[in-house]
């Protein structure tokens, strides 16, 4: 646990799948995928990533000169790539910012995260596909993003940082009966004062059966006591009759 970190400094798809980053097995289809790319970064983008900012969850109708508009506040930018859909050309919903110096970027991420643009609350974080080491992009199971409905929330990230596990005692050998002598007399004293609560109930039990068919003995004789004295009350009344 020596090594542990909230924000992962080596992108692995099965680590970014559980909440602490402990998981041994993956628990989605998505996160097999991840594990099974093989990603290289988009050669084609240029630009000096470290500079470079990433902005997701923006309105689709965000242009590049309303996210220029915005982010210059915090210092000169030099290129501004808005993700587009290659057929329609719609909106992706997030966009790269690179900007000339390392104190405007460092400034814009730590203040324009949750900033609220065209009704829309933003995420800013770093550019991860070229400095993160091993990163697999979202739409292959991977990423740091993810839907609570969907199932498939990504944890590592700034906006979903993994939590500090907990380091539970090791229980087993109390489990088995391999603990101390003292846990072991303990549990069978237990066993003893259960065995004897036992015996006691079922004497009492046995106790409870005689006077209930005492019970229902003198029960039926009452019952045939009434009937015989009803039957002699009868012929007292016809011998009068007579």
């Known amino acids: 646990m020596n090594d542990w970190a909230p924000i992962a400094k080596e992108y ?18 998505a996160i ?4 099974l790319a093989r990603y290289v970064p988009n050669k084609g983008v240029t630009g000096d990533p470290h500079l470079t900012l990433f902005i997701a969850r923006l309105n689709l109708q965000t242009t590049e000169e309303k996210i220029k ?47 609220v643009i065209d009704q829309h609350e933003i995420f800013v974080d770093f550019e991860l596909e070229r400095t993160l080491k091993g990163w697999i992009p979202r739409r292959l199971g991977g990423g ?27 229980m087993k050998n109390d489990f088995y009966g391999e603990g101390s002598a003292e846990k072991r007399n303990w549990s069978r004293e237990g066993t003893r004062d259960w065995r004897t609560r036992d015996r006691d109930h079922e004497r009492s039990r046995d106790k409870r059966w005689p006077e209930r068919e005492r019970s229902w003995t003198w029960g039926e004789s009452e019952r045939e006591r009434d009937s015989k004295e009803e039957r002699s009350r009868g012929r007292e009344r016809k011998d009068r009759d007579r």
């Open 12 to 29: 692995d798809p099965l680590k970014a799948g559980s909440i602490d980053g402990t998981d041994e097995e993956p628990h989605d289809r």
């Open 32 to 35: 097999w995928r991840a594990m």
């Open 69 to 115: 508009e915005v982010f210059s506040r915090y210092g000169d930018i030099r290129k501004i790539r808005l993700v587009r859909d290659l057929v329609t050309g719609f909106s992706k919903g997030y966009a790269f910012i690179e900007y000339k110096e390392e104190r405007a970027l460092l400034k814009a991420h730590r203040d324009a995260n949750r900033l």
């Open 144 to 170: 740091f993003g993810g839907k609570k409905e969907s199932g498939q929330l990504r944890f590592g990230g700034r906006d979903r940082p993994f939590r500090k596990p907990i380091n539970l005692p090791n």
